[in-house]
Nanobody, 127 residues
Framework: QVQLVESGGGSVQAGGSLRLSCAAS????????MAWFRQAPAQERDGVSA????????SYADSVKGRFTISQDNAKNTLYLQMNSLKSEDTAMYYC????????????????????WGQGTQVTVSS
């Protein structure tokens, strides 16, 4: 069964840091483009960052470039999102997502392209 399990969300003051984790089943992790999306109340689900297994290429939304870092731990089949210099506008539910990947681009532009989703983890940044 396909599974994505996020953790690491919480409440933090502006300027602080959090690290989100997404534990994936082996099958997903080794053949998929993995991404982070976020959704604030009454807002659309927006892409944050993406990374494909075995690839060094990463992509980031302009709003998080220089502050967020996506990474993978192959031994643990886990995707991470290190979030530094957090701002109040980063407050949202953060979701891990995956889609089949056969090479080429791996980005977090369209949520509809991703078929597998975790349950989400809440990030709240207070100013």
């Amino acid at each position: 069964q396909v599974q994505l399990v996020e953790s690491g969300g919480g409440s933090v003051q502006a300027g602080g840091s959090l690290r989100l984790s997404c534990a994936a089943s082996v099958y997903i992790y080794t053949r998929h483009c993995m991404a982070w999306f976020r959704q604030a109340p009454a807002q659309e689900r927006d892409g944050v960052s993406a990374s494909a297994h075995g690839s060094t290429r990463t992509s980031y939304a302009d709003s998080v470039k220089g502050r967020f870092t996506i990474s993978q731990d192959n031994a643990k089949n886990t995707l991470y999102l290190q979030m530094n210099s957090l701002k109040s506008e980063d407050t949202a539910m953060y979701y891990c997502a995956a889609r089949l990947w056969y090479g080429g681009s791996c980005d977090a532009v369209l949520a509809v392209n991703f078929g597998y989703w975790g349950q989400g983890t809440q990030v709240t940044v207070s100013s």
